[in-house]
Each structure stands twice: as structure tokens, then as C-alpha cells.
């Protein structure tokens, strides 16, 4: 919803305060102008990236629109799922919890959060290290390089798509001026005409270098930035669900373990001890 209104507020700044300046903003509409800027952007795009980034491109875009899933909710779920792990396992022995782990659809304490079942690759990143815990001797410090390390690798694949965005932010302002030398090049055909036909034309041809520069920073730079920071507020999560996971590896108690993870969320989406305990209490 913020994506949507900041546009429409950039969009308003601009032009209102250009035709508050005089302006006449049927000058700014120019559809081959368009056509060069933005095509020749799509067509950088594909050449400078694998398929897997342009289809993580677009499918990132209903929660550009949408908002992040990564609330406050979601993340006492997810504490109180660890907690459930945790509390099944010591007091039933760490072998418990290996049916749950190998078929969480199925699991009597997976299915009772439903959120966390539907991101898959935190799904697996979970029952994936308590698969571990429960059928391994790994130390504490070996376990905690083995997630550091899927956890740099995971964060970086969720950037591709926003790395991607940012550096056609980047070519727009130079794609712009590609339009606008265009024009000029066609306003060279008209030296000798009228005076006020090669003005327009001129107007014209710098309309694509406002075009460039306007896309970049008003709009796409934004995007690529905002798409940065919904891979931080998932990667929390990762980290939340590393240290409660360390934590029980320490031999913690389960609502201290999930203090351990609790710590490491961002604070706007972070749950109190209070609220926390009562969530975990009421399932």
C-alpha cells in the first residue's frame, strides 16, 4: 500500500508542479520515447540475468503491493512453534519430535501454523536442523557455521531479484539520454524550418531524459530498496529460528530458547516476553 501511494505522490509532486510552472504536459507524453527507454530497460534486464532472477523478479511483485508476511503474528507463530518443538522434544526425548520433523504437513504441531507451512524454504531450513539435532552429534559451534552458511547463501539469492531492479535504477538516467539523442538527431532534419516546430521537437527529446531520470529515482530505485529490506525482515526469521535452535542446543529451556530468538527480531515486528508467553499458553 506505501509503494502505491508514494508513487501516486511522486507522480502528483511532479507534474502538478509542473503545470503550476507552466508546463504543458502533453509535451511529456511521448510514446516512442517511452517505447525506447523502457524497452531497451526490459530487454537489459533479461540480458544481464539468469532465468531464475527474472521469474524471482516478478513473482516478488504481490508482496512489493501486498506488504511483507513477516508481522508480528507471523513471528509469534513462529516462536510458538519452536517452543512446541522444543518442549515435545525434552520431555519425550529428542527422538519425539523425528515424525514431525520428517512429515510436518502431517504433524500435529506443524499444523497448527499454517503460515509458517506455506514458506516452504523456512520450513525445510527448520526441520532440516532438527533433523540434525535429533539424528547427529554435531557441537554447538559446528551447527551454528552450518546455518551461518546457508543463511549467507540463502540471503543472497533472495537479493538477485532486488540487485537486479536496482541496476536498471541505474541505466534508466543513461537510457533517457539515449532517447533524448535520438530526438535530437531528428530535430537536426528540421534545421532551417520553423522556429517553434524545432522547439518541439526539442521539448520532445529532453522529455526522454526526464523520463529516465524520473523512473529511476521516483520510482524503480525506491522499489529495488523496498525489495532489499523484505529480504532483511525474512532473513530475522532465519536468524530467529538459529538462535532458539542454538539455544536448545545449549541445553536452554524452551521459553528461554525462544527468548534467544525473540532478541534478534526486528523491533516493529517483534513480540513482547508478555505477548509472547500468553500466545504460546493459548495453543
Known sequence: MLIIIGAVVVTFSVLVGYVLHGGSLPVL??????????????????IGNSFHTVKATFAAWPRLIMGTPFNKAFNMDLLSLMYDVFDKSRKQGIMAIEADVDDPEESQIFTRYPAIIKMEELLHFITDYLRIMSTGNMAAHELEGLMDQEIEKREEELKEPAHAVGAI??????????????????????????????????????????????????YVGPISKTM?????EEMKCYECVKNSLLATV???????????????????????????DDHVRSR
Do not use: C, H, N
Not at 539523442?181 to 520553423?194: A, F, K, Q, S
Not at 532489499?228 to 532483511?232: A, I, L, S
Not at 545449549?250 to 509472547?276: C, D, H, N, Y
Open 228 to 232: 532489499e529490506r523484505q529480504v532483511d
Open 169 to 218: 535504477a541505474d541505466g534508466l538516467p543513461a537510457l533517457g539520454i539515449v532517447a533524448a539523442i535520438l530526438g535530437i538527431i531528428i530535430t537536426m532534419g528540421y534545421l532551417g524550418g520553423e522556429t517553434s516546430q524545432i522547439g518541439s521537437l526539442i521539448g520532445a527529446a529532453l522529455a526522454g531524459t526526464l523520463t529516465g531520470i524520473w523512473a529511476a529515482y521516483g
Open 250 to 276: 545449549s541445553g536452554q529451556a524452551p521459553q528461554m530458547a525462544i527468548e534467544f530468538g525473540r532478541k534478534v527480531l526486528p523491533t516493529e515486528s517483534r513480540p513482547s516476553f508478555q505477548e509472547l
Open 29 to 46: 507524453w511521448q510514446p516512442t520515447e517511452l517505447l525506447v527507454i523502457f524497452g531497451a530497460a526490459f530487454g537489459s534486464f533479461l
